[in-house]
C-alpha cells in the first residue's frame, strides 16, 4: 500500500533558496525509511512537507489519503492526527506530567477518560515508562524525554511516525535504545520516516536510505549504508 508519494516536489523559500528540487518518492506502508545528508541539504524541508509544516511551491504530494497541496489549512489537523511526529528537542510541555503529555495528543480526539487513561498507560509501558507516569518532564533524563515524546506520538495509532533527527540529543547508548523501540513500532507495522546523522544507527540498523544533498535526491537504496562506498 503506498502511502507517501512525491511527485515532481519543489520547495523555494521567500529568500529563494531551493530546499527540495524535483522529489519523486514513494514510501510504502510498512517501510523504515532514513533520510540522511549534510546540514542544510534539505531534510527537514522534505519531511516538514509531510506533515504540512510547509507547503510545496509545486507538485504533489500525497500522504495517506489526503492530497497535501489541495487540502485546506482547517482539515490539516485531521492530517496530523493519522500521523506521529517526533522532533530531536522532544517539544513535552513543562507544566504537564508525562501522563498528561501522552493524554493530551487523545483528549484532543475526544476519547473517554477511562479509555484514554489505557491508552497511555499502555504507551508507556512500550517505552517502558509506566512508573514516570506522575513526574514531569524536567525531572526526566533526555532519553526519557524522548521515550514519552515517542509514546505521545503514537498514542493515536498513526500509520506513520516521522522523526526529524531523534536522536541529535543523545548519548551513543541512550540512542540506540531509541532506536530499539522505533525499531519495535516499525515491526508492529507502523511506516517510520527518520531523519538522522547519526551513521552507526544507519549502519547497525539497515534499511531504505534517501540521501540527500543541495535539495536533490542523490541515492535512494534499500538497506543502504550510511557513506554509500565504505
Ligand atoms: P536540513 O534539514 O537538511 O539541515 P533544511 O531543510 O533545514 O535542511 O534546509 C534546507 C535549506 O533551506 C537550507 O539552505 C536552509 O538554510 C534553507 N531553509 C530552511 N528553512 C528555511 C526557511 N524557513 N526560510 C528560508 N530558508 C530556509
Ligand atoms: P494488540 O494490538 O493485540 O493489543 P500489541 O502488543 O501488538 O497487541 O499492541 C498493543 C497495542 O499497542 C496495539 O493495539 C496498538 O494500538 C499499540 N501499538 C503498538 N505499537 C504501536 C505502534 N507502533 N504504533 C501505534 N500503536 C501501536
Do not use: C
Not at 201 to 223: F, K, M
Request: glycine share 6%.
Amino acid at each position: 500500500v503506498l502511502l507517501i508519494e512525491f511527485k515532481h516536489v519543489f520547495k523555494k523559500y521567500a529568500n529563494q533558496v531551493v530546499a527540495v528540487n524535483d522529489f519523486n518518492i514513494k514510501i510504502q506502508q510498512g517501510e523504515f525509511v532514513y533520510v540522511i545528508g549534510p546540514s542544510g541539504a534539505g531534510k527537514s524541508t522534505f519531511i516538514k512537507m509531510m506533515y504540512r509544516e510547509e507547503k510545496p511551491t509545486s507538485g504533489q504530494i500525497k500522504v495517506n489519503d489526503y492530497q497535501l497541496e489541495e487540502i485546506k489549512n482547517s482539515k490539516v489537523p485531521f492530517l496530523r492526527r493519522e500521523l506521529g511526529v517526533v522532533f530531536q528537542d522532544f517539544k513535552l510541555l513543562p507544566k504537564l506530567t508525562i501522563f498528561e503529555n501522552v493524554a493530551y495528543a487523545l483528549q484532543v480526539i475526544e476519547k473517554q477518560p477511562a479509555a484514554i487513561k489505557a491508552r497511555v498507560e499502555h504507551v508507556l509501558g512500550l517505552v517502558k515508562l509506566a512508573s514516570k507516569a506522575p513526574a514531569f518532564p524536567n525531572e526526566l533524563s533526555g532519553g526519557e524525554q524522548q521515550r514519552v515524546a515517542i509514546a505521545r506520538a503514537i498514542a493515536n495509532e498513526p500509520k506513520i511516525l516521522i522523526a526529524d533527527e531523534p536522536t541529535g540529543n543523545l548519548d551513543p547508548e541512550t540512542a540506540a535504545g531509541i532506536m530499539e523501540i522505533l525499531e519495535r513500532i516499525n515491526q508492529q507495522g507502523t511506516t517510520v520516516v527518520m531523519a538522522t546523522h547519526n551513521s552507526h544507527l544507519v549502519n547497525e540498523y539497515r534499511h531504505r536510505v534517501i540521501e540527500i544533498e543541495g535539495g536533490r535526491v542523490i541515492r535512494d537504496q534499500d538497506e543502504g549504508r550510511f557513506f554509500q562506498d565504505e
